[in-house]
C-alpha cells in the first residue's frame, strides 16, 4: 500500500490509524517465521551453475600457450593469455596488466600494505609520512573502508552523486591537505549505487596527481565491468591512457568473481609499469606464482565470446530480481518522501535512503520479522552514517520468489517506521 504525501500532513488520529494497521502487516509477516537474507551480494547458485564447465575443461592438458606447464611454480606475473582478458576488461594493456588468484581484494589489500610500508613506483612509503588520509565516496564498498582502518588510513568523506563523487571537493581536499595520499572508486555501476562515472568525472579523476603529493594513489576497483543488467551497458571512459598522460597513478582492479565462480576465479590489477612493477617485486616475496592451472581454465572458458555468453546468463538471471526490487519499491513509495533508491542499470545493489534517522530501526525490524539486511551503517567508514538512512539491498542471491518476499516486508517495515517517526515528531 501506499501511504499518504506528506505524512506531515496526517492528522494524529490518521497516523495512529496508519500505525494500528500497518503493525498488523508487520506482526503477519514476524508469524510467518520468515528467514530470509538480502545481504551480501553473493552469485546465486544457478549463476555460478553458468561456469560448471570450468570443471574438467583441460582434460589433462596443462600447457599454457608458451608451452610451459601450469601445474608448476612460476609465473608472477600470471598467464599472459589470461593477462590479455584482464587487460581487456580494465581497458589497458596486457603488459600493464597482472592476473592472480581468486581475490581482487587481496591484491588492493596487498597495494594498500606494500604503499604504506614500504612505498610504491618510487613513492615514499606513506606511513613515512605520519598520519595519512584515503578519500572515500559515499555510500561505498564497506572492505574498501575496512582496509583502511586495518591500516590506521583516515577515511575523509565525499559524496557520491548520480555521475560520480564529487569532483569539486575532492579537488579542494587535496589542494587543501598534503597528508591525502589515495583516493576509492568502484568507476561501474558502483557499489552500492549502482551509478558509473561520467566521462567528465573520469578526466578529472585522471588528472588528479597534478594535484596531489608524490606517492598518490587512485584506487580503480572496476568489479563491475561487465555486470550489465539493462540491455545495453554504461559507458566508461577509459582511465589508463588518460592517467598516464597526466602522471596519474592509478591502480586498477577487477576479477571474475561475479563472473565465474566466485570463490574459485581469478583476479586482475593494472596500473603504470612502474607500479606493476614495484608490486611485482613485492608480490615476490610473498608467493611463487599464482593458480596458473585455474588461470589456463579460465582462459579456456571465457575466450571466443564465452565471456559474453555467461554475462548474458547472469543477466538473465539478475535482471528479474532487480525487476522485482523495482516493483516493490515504485509500488509503495513512488511519489513519496518517505523513501529514494536507485534504479541500476547493472552491478549487485539497489542503495536506498530512508528517512534520517531511520535505517537503524528499518534493519532491526526486519531482523526481527526474519530479514537480514546489511546493517545500517556499512556503507559508510567506521560503520557511521551521519544521517542513518543509507541501506545497501543485494538482490542476486535469494530466490525470486523470496525476493518478493523480502521487499514485502521491507516496505512494510519502511513505512511502519516511518509513521512511529512522524508521531513521534507530534
Ligand atoms: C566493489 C567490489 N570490489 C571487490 C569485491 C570483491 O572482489 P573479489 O571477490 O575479487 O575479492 C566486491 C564484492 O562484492 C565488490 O563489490
New binding site residues.
Partial sequence: MQLPAPLSDCSPAQLQALLAELQRDYQAHCDANLALDLT??KPSTEQLDLSDALDGLLAGDYRAADGSDCRNYGGLHGLAELRAVGAELLATTPAQTIAGG?????L?YFTLLFANLFGLAGAPAWQSRGGVKIICPVPG?D??FAICERLGIEMVTVAMNSDGPDMDAVEQLLASDPSIVGMWN?PKH??PTGITYSDAVVKRIAKLGQLAQPGFLVLW?N??AVHDIAASSDPLTAIAPLAEAAGTQVAQ???T??ITH?GA?V?FMAGSQALIDSVVEQLGIAMIGPDKVNQLRHVALLKEGGLAKIMDGHRALLAPRFAAVEQALAAHFSGSELLRWTRPNGG?FVSVDTLAGLASRVVALAAAAGVKLTPAGATFPYHRDPQDSNIRLAPSFPSLADVEKTMQVFCCCVQLASVEQQLANG
Avoid at 102 to 106: A, D, E, F, R
Fill in positions: 551480501r551480494g581468486s581475490s581482487s581484494l587481496t588492493m564498498y572492505r574498501h568502484v558502483s557499489n576497483d568489479a563491475y582492479f577487477a576479477s568473481s561475479k566466485a576465479g583476479s549487485y
